[in-house]
């Protein structure tokens, strides 16, 4: 390896933090021992600079312009600040809460991070020890702040850190403040422009307070504390998976009245080399087999996990056959709409005002239980930070329920402008408290909704291209999709094609076009004749391209369920088969 030629350019960025003085000597160290011993690791740090997107940052930790450091974090910093200046120039006081998760330098970049904006005349509110992402975004409008960081890569490999921002809303960024923060950090030509001298006085330190508000208005939120009563010894597995989870959700379960709760002990320890799981993602069935082991051992009711940061939710339930499962995204967020809306009405909360927001690629399910109930629903772009967008944009005129997405995130009430798990894990809780109450598990409820609604099949594939190349990739994929859409898929004439980032919809047949409404994004859709949806975008977070399917098919009933899935599935195999996915 070390007689890989190394390219002139990567070099030259190399050299330039050997000769920086602003560089500590154990970097510099590593640096060239990289140059030495392992060019190929070198290009990859230095190729090009850690990119500071929409939602912040995310990257793999190491030395170098590529990687998430201590210089990729000042330097994003120093550009928030700035932004924040210009800002809220004619403000007294900046304010900004910091959290961070489990991960490995999480604690060290949050220090980092409130270093470089206290040296910058911000007041920092920084959490003491792990803390969910819900929960930080719940402080910054708590404590009337201007902004907000988590350090968190949520639930990617362990080699992974990450740096999401928020702004007075509580939400992540969104047009202008995203594309004007990226800007101010590209202005940050060297670390020399970064202010690391810490002011002590201006960061505090916050915890239990917070904690406290947090749990007592998301304990607000349950609709139907009258059927836990009954039900409070139901048995409840939880894995926070090494993650921020711990610091609330069995408080925030017992706090609804769930007094049975079992904690996978070995996942409890916060480890940000998560040496349980390969990954610490509850989409992935392996993630979550210490839990579904333990609830086996004592005939659960109930199995719930969060990733790192708790903002996404990992459900396990029984099935007709006794046997457990893990629900999938779609699935989660069709029960917990199902319920919310169903307790709305029984309640008599719906006066005609309130809506549901989902994502573009998740379940279209969902909006046929909001339309079934005289509910509004939205569809965004994927992320969170849409959702809340809607929500500012109805904030006083409207009243939201609930939204989610399909990669295992939901939002319950507005009091949390992102994904937040805590909340979720209660409510489905008592979710699943109120289908008892009916006689039924929650796996009886689902199929109960798909025979009021029909049954949706969702698949997601992810295609992954790491690296220099696996960009230019992806990059590909995306171009001969959009410039030759297929006529059809499987044998199903394609109807029409979004393209959000032309913001246009096109008949395929006739060719023509309407626009979108929605933010410009990477994102391709085909609609076919037999109502396939499919999907597909580039990861803004991961070196992969995701392509999302989804089927749908009545269902007459529930004896006829395995067969009509099997048959869904069947066709969701023929339509990646013909896209050349497999």
Known sequence: MANTPIAPAILKRAEAWLCDKNIDNETKARISRMIENDPAELAESFYCDLEFGTGGLRGIMGDGTNRMNKYTVGMATQGLANYLKKVFAKDNEIRLAIAFDSRNNSTYFAKIAAEVLS??????????????????????????????IVITASHNPK????????????????????KNVITEVQKIASIGDVNFAGDAMKINIIGESIDKEFLKVSKSYSLAP???????????????????????????????????????????????????????NPEE?????????????IDADLVLATDPDADRIGVGVKDLDGNYILLNGNQTAALLTYYLIKQWQAK?????????????VTTELIGDIARSAGVEYFDVLTGFKWIAEVIRNNEGKKT???????????????????????????????????????????????????????????????????GMSGQAEIKAMMEGFRANPPKEIAGSKVKTMNDYELSQETDIATGKVKPITLTKSDVLQFFLADGSKIS????????????????RADLKAVADFK?????LDGRIEEIIVAMGLK
């Open 226 to 280: 009258e059927v836990i009563v009954p039900q409070k010894n139901m048995k409840i597995v939880y894995t926070p998976l090494h993650g921020t989870g711990i610091t609330l959700v069995p408080k925030a379960l017992k706090d609804y009245g769930f007094e049975n709760i079992h904690i996978v002990e070995e996942q409890a320890v916060s480890d940000g080399n998560f040496p349980t799981i390969v990954s610490p």
């Open 536 to 551: 597909m975008r580039p990861s803004g977070t991961e070196p992969k391209i995701k392509f999302y399917f989804s089927v």
């Open 400 to 466: 939201f329920i609930g939204g989610g997405e399909e990669s295992y995130g939901f939002m319950i009430g507005d009091f949390v402008r992102d994904k937040d798990a805590v909340t979720a894990c209660c409510i489905f809780a008592e979710c699943a408290a109120w289908a008892a109450s009916k006689g039924k598990s929650l796996y009886e409820l689902l199929l109960d909704i798909y025979l009021e609604y029909g049954l949706y099949k969702e698949n997601l594939v992810n295609v992954v291209r790491k």
């Open 159 to 178: 080699e992974y850190n990450g740096y999401k921002v928020y702004w007075n809303d509580g939400a992540q960024l969104v047009p202008p403040h995203d």
């Open 348 to 360: 008599g909360k719906l006066t005609g005002n309130e809506y549901i927001v989902k994502t573009i």
């Open 285 to 297: 069935k392996a993630a979550l087999q210490m839990a579904l082991d333990k609830a086996r051992a």
């Open 119 to 148: 040296a910058n005349g911000i007041t920092v509110f920084l959490f003491e020890h792990l803390r969910p992402t819900p929960e930080l975004s719940f402080a910054v409008r708590y404590l009337h702040c201007h902004s907000g």
């Open 563 to 567: 067969k009509v899935e099997a048959g």
